[in-house]
């Protein structure tokens, strides 16, 4: 319709003008025909008045005249000849056939004669005027005067005019015919054309073949959507919630709805045999509290290693089970590893390779040939387990942390169309600590299989970049943050991961800030009135605990008030215990917790209270609130949740986070004291300032973190790397068809 509506607007203005040329052309046409036609019956004149020249030379002697009158009426017989006039020398008219007007005088008719339209009216027909010189032997015998009939010519311009009516009909027939055929098929093309082009599917039209007139729009279309996407992304806002439905809702929209699969070595849920028999339990993991949300929100399937004891207990025969225990929103596929595989892959060169590689935390990386060949074998293993699971050819992959470096290209082989995202959970360091890796080539080759690459701060993203271009002939853009190699190319972002911000339905089952407190202090024996501090970590040589009772020490040395006052519970999970550096790290805590305990010995019990066990949620979360004071002090940490889940948890806005500068959080809540962990006084001064905090500044510094919390919440992170993938895929495909266009 919108398209007949366009031909229209074109067929009324062409029919017009054909209208308008025919009727301005008609009479040009008469007057043509006209001239051609006098100046033919003017040379016929000369040639009849040659002819009788000489007859009418030899017919003026004669006085009565009748030999010339013969002479003129045989001329007559010429069917076109209507009069004939003859004028003496001196413009005499001497003889004429009877039909000669009566008014013609010769004068007259050289004037007719001279025009360009030499014609007189004789009974309505029009006649044309010829005075011709008689030229004989004698000489010159006067001149004689034509009239020729001239109405076969209006016979003609009729029949020349319809002819000319006729073909510019036919004419205005006919290209309407084609603009309109050719308009549809453009319009048609066009409209596919740049439905495809802002679909993503480019300039290809699969049955009619190029589109070139679509090419020169395309990097316009291009640039303009990428307008969009800014304004759509500035729309949406920091501001705007982040939550699980706005996540399904930008699944849908930018991936219809396509299957998620996340890849990470630890899995979500842990099921162990207990005296009252299986219980499922979380993990400490950041990566576990992250992901395990948008698994929530997103369904699919999570591909994980299965290391509980009651773990193949509960598992379908595809070893599968539903999980969260009781609510079933995702699946969970268990991969079973041998205790060689797992001490290669995961021991070996995940924990003592990569993961001191990474954090640069003085810790010696060990890399082992047979560790390496494990980690690349357990990387196929999973790989295979990804293609397994896949439903479509183009599922999306969240391949996450240092466990998996090999896996994006070996997905990306088998399925070529997945969009891979993989998110790099730990720091990435500086170009010259990464190349002490043996195996550095493979391990970002691996990783270069990846859609998107996600780190949490831009600094790992630069250190990343860096490290490619000193050890891989990549083509790097860094406007873009893209690397293309071999044939993929990789967006490198930064997503500081986060965590999901407490719903109200959660939120309502809390108990009072005051009853946690009561609580805790009555389970821990800790007096009241005492001011309390916590440490929530993975037992880690990474997590700066080490500095943190340290500073501890320092602080009731450098401000004695609190001893006795003052206490510091520190969860520890236990963690990698199968590791010597691990277990090393572990008896060194203990003996200086011991050390400091009885250094400060008080009425109030230990200053240090070492819980060297998992904590579940609740039981941490309890923790945070009942606490003054939270110690975060890594040494290095790609981001650290146990600060953003602390913020969250105090609700009451009171208490003060102290924070680690080496953590990625740092870049994000700067509210918090800062401190350099290394730096054992400013830590301990920050503590005291912390206990002495006022109430006000408390609230002030905490509920602006809490807002920071709650707007970058988990939901964001997975929704802007989705996002960034989504638009990615669309930009991939738009340039794979511009440039197969161009060059076909
Ligand atoms: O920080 C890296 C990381 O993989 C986290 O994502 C997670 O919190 C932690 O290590 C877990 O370690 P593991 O799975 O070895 O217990």
């Known amino acids: ?153 209006e016979r003609r311009s009729q029949d020349t005019r319809q002819y000319l009516i006729i073909l510019i009909g036919s004419l205005g027939a006919v290209i309407a015919l084609a603009t309109v055929i050719v308009a549809q098929l453009s319009w048609r093309g ?155 892959y995961y021991f070996g060169f995940a924990n003592e390779g990569m993961w001191p590689l990474c954090h640069v935390a003085h810790v010696r990386p060990v890399f082992r040939e047979s560790d390496w060949e494990c980690y690349r074998a357990v990387n196929r293993r999973f790989a295979d387990a990804v293609v397994q699971e896949a439903r479509s050819e183009d599922p999306v992959v969240l391949v996450q942390d240092y466990h998996f470096a090999l896996l994006p290209a070996m997905v990306r082989e088998k399925l070529p169309r997945a969009t891979i995202l993989t998110f790099w959970h730990i720091p990435w360091p500086n170009p010259e600590s990464f190349g002490i890796c043996p195996w550095r080539r493979e391990i970002l080759q691996g990783m270069l299989g990846s859609t998107i690459l996600g780190f949490h701060t831009r600094f790992h993203c630069k250190n990343f970049i860096e490290t490619v271009d ?26 500081p991961i986060s965590i999901e911000w407490p719903t109200e339905s959660e939120t309502r089952h809390w108990l009072p800030v005051a009853e946690s407190r009561r609580r805790v202090f009555e389970r821990l024996h800790i007096p009241p009135g005492q001011r309390l501090a916590v440490g929530v970590d993975r037992f880690d040589y990474t997590k700066g605990i080490l500095e943190r009772v340290h500073a501890v020490e320092r602080m009731l040395e450098k401000y004695p008030e609190w001893v006795g006052r003052f206490t510091l519970v520190q969860v520890a999970a236990p963690s990698r215990g199968e590791l010597e550096e691990y277990r090393a790290f572990r008896e060194r805590i203990t003996q200086v917790t011991e050390r400091i305990n009885q250094r400060f010995s008080a009425p109030g019990g230990p200053v240090i209270r070492l819980l060297v066990e998992h904590y579940d949620h609740e039981a941490v979360n309890e923790l945070y609130r009942a606490a003054d004071v939270c110690l975060v002090t890594s040494l290095h940490d790609g981001m650290n949740l146990v600060c953003k889940e602390f913020v969250a948890a105090r609700d009451d806005e009171r208490g003060v986070l102290i924070l680690s500068r080496f953590a990625g959080a740092a870049r994000e809540l700067p509210e918090a004291l800062i401190v350099n962990p290394y730096h054992v006084e400013e830590t301990a001064d920050a503590l005291h300032r912390a206990l002495t905090m006022p109430e006000a500044e408390q609230r002030e510094r905490m509920a602006s973190l809490r807002t920071t919390v709650r707007e970058f919440n988990v939901y964001r992170w997975a929704g802007r790397m989705l996002a960034d993938a989504g638009r990615w895929r669309l930009r991939e495909r738009i340039a794979a068809r511009v440039q197969r266009h161009q060059t076909s």
């Open 470 to 495: 000193r050890y891989l002939e990549a083509r790097i853009e860094h406007e873009h943050s893209t690397i293309s190699f071999q044939g993929v190319s990789t967006f490198v972002e930064s997503y």
């Open 190 to 344: 066009w409209v596919s054309g740049t439905r495809a082009l802002l679909r993503g599917e480019g300039l290809i039209r699969p049955l009619s073949g190029t589109a070139p007139e679509l090419a020169p729009l395309a990097a316009d279309l291009r640039a303009r959507l990428r307008e969009l996407e800014d304004e759509y992304r500035r729309s949406q806002g920091p501001e705007a919630d982040w939550n699980p439905e706005r996540l399904q809702s930008l699944l849908r929209t930018q991936f219809s709805g396509d299957q998620v699969i996340v890849v990470s070595n630890r899995e979500p849920y842990i099921h162990e045999r207990s005296g009252t028999g299986i219980v499922a339990r979380r993990p400490a993991s950041g990566l576990v509290t992250a992901v395990e949300p948008v698994m929530r929100a997103c369904s699919g399937t999570w591909i994980a290693h299965g290391s509980g004891s009651a773990d193949r207990d509960v598992v379908d025969s595809h070893d599968r089970v539903a999980l969260p225990p009781g609510h079933s929103e995702y699946l969970l596929r268990r991969l079973w590893l041998t205790a060689e595989e797992e001490k290669g």
């Open 1 to 153: 319709m919108k398209s007949f509506r366009l031909q229209l607007r074109f067929l009324v203005p062409l029919v017009l003008i054909l209208a308008v040329a025919a009727y301005l052309a008609l009479p040009l046409m008469d007057r043509l025909n006209l001239r051609w036609f006098a100046r033919d019956l003017n040379m016929r004149g000369a040639l009849v008045t040659n002819a009788l020249s000489e007859s009418i030379a030899d017919a003026l002697p004669e006085p009565r005249g009748r030999k010339l009158q013969a002479l003129f009426n045989r001329a007559l017989q010429d069917e076109r000849l209507v009069a004939i006039g003859l004028c003496s020398t001196q413009g005499k008219l001497v003889r004429t056939t009877p039909n000669f007007p009566k008014d013609l005088s010769c004068a007259r008719a050289e004037q007719i004669a001279a025009e360009p339209d030499p014609l007189l009216r004789i009974g309505g027909g029009p006649v044309h005027v010829g005075v011709h010189p008689v030229n004989a032997e004698a000489g010159r015998m006067g001149d004689l005067v034509l009239l020729q009939d001239l109405s076969f010519i």
